[in-house]
């Protein structure tokens, strides 16, 4: 990907301390001493430009969000996202939200093992050649990263328009152990649904009469014995 910035980007996000962390890496381990707060922390990796986790930060402000991407240029799209969606409390900076700039081959490098609780993988670059599979974001490689980072609540929602994409993502999913739920082939299929924020790639998806795909896959302990224990009741029993 190719981006056109602003000149003095580099600038500009380095005087955004209070939102913009440009050297995640010292915060491996303490990112709940910089929120400030011991709430769960849910993350994107490759935010784009911040649309999805914005609206996040606002609609569930008892989460901690951390929107992830490694180029300078997205992430000062966020920012600006970012303050615009909270600006109509009249707060300037997102009380939840943190935007790090960082390659995802290096996660470990940011985030301590149990440290996160759900990430969500929106629209990842598919790759859809055989040869590039392994960097696709759900491929196994990248699966035993974040089982590391994830606690026992641990889950990953992912969304997709991309066919292939989904279903190598089942697959990798299932031979990876891991339990699925919440499947759909056509996610807005009856209808835009407010429980689902959009990303900017899904908002024009949909408008274009695209299928959006989506799974949720579960990784932590906890979170398993709850699925288990409730998995029945979407069924009415």
């Known amino acids: 990907m190719r981006l056109r910035g602003r000149k003095g980007i580099r600038e500009n996000l380095e005087q955004q301390e209070d939102l913009v962390v440009l050297d995640p890496g010292q915060y ?24 999805f986790i914005s609206q996040m930060s606002y609609k569930h402000q008892n989460v ?4 992830v991407d490694m180029y300078d240029e997205l992430i000062r799209r966020a920012s600006e996202k970012g303050r615009n969606v909270w600006a109509q409390d009249g707060v300037d900076t997102p009380p939840n939200l943190k935007l790090a700039l960082f390659n995802i081959e290096n996660v470990e490098q940011v985030f301590e093992p149990g440290e996160i609780e759900r ?39 992912f969304k997709t328009d991309s066919v292939t ?58 979170a398993l014995a709850s699925y288990h224990k409730n998995r029945l009741e979407k069924y009415g029993k």
Request: aromatic share 12%; glycine share 10%; net charge neutral.
């Open 119 to 157: 990430l969500y993988l929106n629209f990842s670059d598919p790759w859809p050649k055989a040869k590039h599979a392994r960097r696709r974001l759900t491929h196994p490689r990248f699966l035993d990263k974040y089982s590391q980072i994830l606690n026992e609540r641990g889950e990953i929602h």
């Open 28 to 51: 491996r381990g303490k990112w709940a001493s910089l929120f400030g707060n011991d709430l769960p922390i849910h993350v994107e990796f490759g935010m784009g430009k911040g649309q």
């Open 165 to 222: 994409l989904f279903e190598f993502s089942l697959n990798a999913f299932a031979d990876y152990g891991l339990q699925m739920t919440n499947i759909s082939l056509d996610l807005h299929r009856d209808g835009l649904n407010e429980e689902h924020v959009m990303t900017e790639y899904e908002t024009k998806f949909v408008g274009q009469g695209m299928q959006i795909h989506r799974c949720e896959a579960i990784l932590g302990k906890e």
């Open 64 to 67: 901690n969000f951390i929107g």
